[in-house]
């Protein structure tokens, strides 16, 4: 059973729009809300982070909104670039363990 | 920066062969962990440490073992590698059980023939 499920699994998306990937979990324990970003042939590298305590982070054109209550969270991209192609995973912490969501593969068309 | 080195890029074997993942990093953190990714199914966790000669099973520890004799390398063994252990593995570390923050090395493409 998978504890994090993220959706989409693709998504395209235009130069300067806003690429929207969604996560949900269960486990109420969870106290830390990662997000990966991998290129192809590296590996997974912290883009962003948020705990359960605040309601959005915004680092740049990367924002996590946080909803404690419905347990879910995603990855909001501005003015997305070509740059920003990449797979996205979502994860879910709890003593150490991470959770990872299945990846959203991100293209950004010029 | 932290730095995780896993030893090999791509690696072929042939089934039933054994198989030895090596993984090393270099800035003193406890904890290291051994992930699959395969599409689809992101990244599973198979096997961690949180100390030398420390090992606990993950998510999908079966076909796999582990070794960890010194603090900076971890190494994950296929004891006889099969043809679905074909995939993408990934070495993480972190500094220590309250630091949250992952670091992955580039990963080992394993095909099994």
């Known amino acids: 059973q998978q504890q994090v499920k993220q959706s989409p699994q693709s998504l395209i998306v235009q130069k300067g729009g806003i690429s929207i990937i969604n996560c949900a979990y269960e486990n109420t324990a969870f106290d830390y809300f990662p997000w990966y970003q991998q290129f192809p042939g590296k590996g997974p590298a912290l883009l962003i982070a948020?705990?359960?305590?605040?309601s959005e982070k915004k680092e740049g054109r990367f924002t996590i909104s946080f909803n404690k209550s419905a347990k879910q969270f995603s990855l909001h991209i501005m003015d997305s670039q070509p740059g920003d192609s990449a797979t996205y995973f979502c994860?879910?912490?709890?003593?150490?363990?991470?959770?990872f969501g299945s990846g959203t593969k991100l293209n950004v068309k010029p | 920066d932290v730095k995780v080195t896993q030893s090999s890029r791509y690696l072929v074997k042939r089934t039933g062969e054994k198989v030895f993942l090596e993984c090393v990093q270099d800035m003193d953190h406890e904890n290291m962990f051994w992930y699959r990714q395969d599409p689809g199914l992101g990244l599973r966790l198979i096997y961690f440490?949180?100390?030398?000669?420390?090992?606990e099973k993950g998510d999908i520890p079966e076909g796999y073992s582990v070794s960890r004799e010194k603090k900076e390398r971890f190494s994950l063994i296929l004891e006889s590698a099969s043809t679905n252990q074909t995939s993408m593995y990934l070495c993480?570390?972190?500094?220590?059980?309250?630091?949250?923050?992952?670091?992955f090395g580039s990963g080992t493409r394993l095909t099994v023939v």
């Open positions: 440490s949180y100390d030398v000669k420390m090992k």
């Open positions: 948020i705990r359960p305590d605040v």
């Open positions: 994860a879910a912490v709890n003593f150490n363990k991470f959770y």
């Open positions: 993480a570390s972190s500094l220590d059980a309250g630091n949250y923050g992952y670091t």
